[in-house]
């Protein structure tokens, strides 16, 4: 991988980790298109895909800092110092287990599905295109049922673990891991802005296991990784962070005042022509 690869592969990173376009799947394609990833070792570029998002989580550490570091004060307050009973602790303190029990079911899925996932199946453009149309009507659907009234205050532990759950679909790629979770969001009630927020809260432990998983994996197997640049792969790991910050910032703003249906033609568009492509 050059170090114009990495940049590129950082960018697209960056731009779709949030936005509900699957960054997984425009990765795959990315790279497949400027040959970075080798077909006959796909736990490869699953490792590299892993240690990007590291990037994103940067991005999304600096951006939620101060609702981050409300979580974590009050959560720590509330259930080790003060030790109030959950239903009467806070929006933020209560976030925190929502955000915990919500990661659970990825977590355990992730790990028993893992061979499964770093393996050739993931990388099926015909596979990618498919969710990426199936998830898109999925999300049409969300949008024209949900009352679309709920905010972050109202979110309870029942919908942290339908939108965990829904976390879940996105380890299949096309799907999108904001785009499974905004999609759940919509369908319980929430407005399009604290979907997307939940969701990208709830994000953050997994990208974080995801991308040290990835690290552990390339330092374990490096029989696998020989030649393996690691300049291009930290270059574009700090290019993902700041265009995941801009990226951020965008769908909040823009959810804020636009439904998803640009990324919903957008979704069915691409996996069209994927599919025609591949056939």
């Not at 030649?227 to 574009?236: A, E, R, S, T």
């Amino acid at each position: 991988m050059s170090l114009i690869d990495a940049i590129i592969i950082g960018i697209v990173q960056g731009l779709t980790e949030f936005i509900p376009i699957s960054s997984t799947a425009h990765m795959t394609l990315v790279g497949s298109m400027l040959g970075t990833m080798a077909k006959d070792n796909p736990e490869l570029w699953t490792a590299i895909q892993g240690v990007f998002q590291l990037g994103t989580l940067v991005a999304v550490f600096v951006f939620f800092a101060s609702d981050l570091r409300n979580i974590l004060s009050e959560f720590i307050n509330q259930n080790f110092a003060k030790r109030v009973s959950i239903s009467e602790q806070s929006v933020n303190a209560k976030l925190g287990w929502y955000i915990a029990i919500g990661t659970i079911p990825i977590l355990t899925i992730g790990y028993a599905l893992k061979k499964q996932l770093t393996g050739s199946f993931t990388k099926d453009p015909t596979v990618i295109a498919s969710t990426l149309i199936s998830l898109a009507l999925v999300l049409l659907l969300a949008e024209i049922l949900s009352k679309r009234t709920r905010t972050l205050e109202s979110i309870t532990l029942k919908d942290s673990i339908i939108v965990g759950l829904s976390q879940c679909l996105a380890l299949i790629p096309g799907s999108s891991r904001s785009g499974t979770t905004i999609t759940a969001g919509l369908f319980l009630g929430m407005t399009r802005e604290t979907a997307a927020r939940f969701s990208f809260l709830l994000g953050i432990p997994a990208i974080l296991l995801s991308g040290l998983a990835s690290m552990y994996d390339i330092y374990k197997a490096k029989e696998i990784f020989v030649g393996l640049d690691v300049l291009p792969i930290v270059v574009g790991t700090i290019v993902s962070g700041i265009v995941g910050y801009a990226s951020i910032a965008f769908l909040l703003k823009f959810l804020a005042k636009n439904s998803t249906m640009l990324f919903i033609v957008y979704r069915i568009v691409l996996g069209l022509v994927i599919l025609w492509l591949s056939f």
